[in-house]
């Protein structure tokens, strides 16, 4: 079986604005995030990220809007040499009802597991808040909470 880490995407991969970051110009990928995920790779991790994304549930912002910026981050990645396995997000929000793939409840992280057969005791989930953690516990999976927009180099250390 593979191993994982999940990580969130705002405030751990990207800059956290305390607003909803769906247009290329409010996305700014932190600085220690390549290196850090250069690092994971090369101990064998998969990268899956898991992200609520409300706001299309809202229409703030569209199914579009999201991919664009996914694919920004995925390219900005990739030029430091780090691919994502998975980017999974939910698009509800709880205003417009309850659903099971929004973080805390562990959907996304148990779609990736089964999807690419990884185990969940050899795996961890990154985050910035407790939903995070508790998506991953949820599945199995060791949480690491962090502050928002901290280096993701010393939360590595817990995993390598």
């Given at each position: 079986?593979?191993?994982?880490?999940?990580?969130?995407?705002?405030?751990?991969?990207?800059?956290?604005?305390d607003d909803?970051?769906?247009?290329?110009?409010?996305?700014?990928?932190?600085?220690?995030?390549?290196?850090?995920?250069?690092?994971?790779?090369?101990?064998?991790?998969?990268?899956?990220?898991?992200?609520?994304?409300?706001?299309?549930?809202?229409?703030?912002?569209?199914?579009?809007?999201?991919?664009?910026?996914?694919?920004?981050?995925?390219?900005?990645?990739?030029?430091?040499?780090?691919?994502?396995?998975?980017?999974?997000?939910?698009?509800?929000?709880p205003v417009?009802?309850?659903?099971i793939c929004?973080?805390?409840?562990?959907?996304?992280?148990?779609?990736?597991?089964?999807?690419?057969?990884?185990?969940?005791?050899?795996?961890?989930?990154?985050?910035?808040?407790?939903?995070?953690?508790?998506?991953?516990?949820?599945?199995?999976?060791?949480?690491?909470?962090?502050?928002?927009?901290?280096?993701?180099?010393?939360?590595?250390?817990?995993?390598?």
């Open positions: 079986m593979k191993k994982a880490v999940f990580l969130d995407r705002d405030g751990v991969l990207n800059r956290e604005r909803y970051s769906w247009r290329l110009e409010d996305f700014e990928v932190l600085p220690d995030v390549i290196p850090a995920l250069q690092e994971l790779q090369k101990k064998g991790y998969m990268l899956i990220v898991i992200t609520n994304q409300g706001g299309i549930g809202r229409d703030l912002f569209t199914f579009e809007d999201v991919e664009k910026v996914h694919a920004y981050l995925r390219d900005t990645l990739s030029k430091g040499g780090v691919e994502l396995d998975e980017i999974y997000y939910c698009f509800h929000h417009s009802g309850a659903c929004r973080k805390p409840d562990s959907l996304l992280v148990e779609k990736g597991l089964a999807r690419f057969n990884i185990d969940a005791s050899a795996s961890y989930f990154i985050g910035d808040k407790e939903r995070d953690i508790l998506a991953g516990q949820k599945a199995g999976v060791k949480g690491i909470l962090i502050e928002q927009n901290t280096s993701l180099l010393e939360a590595i250390k817990q995993v390598i």
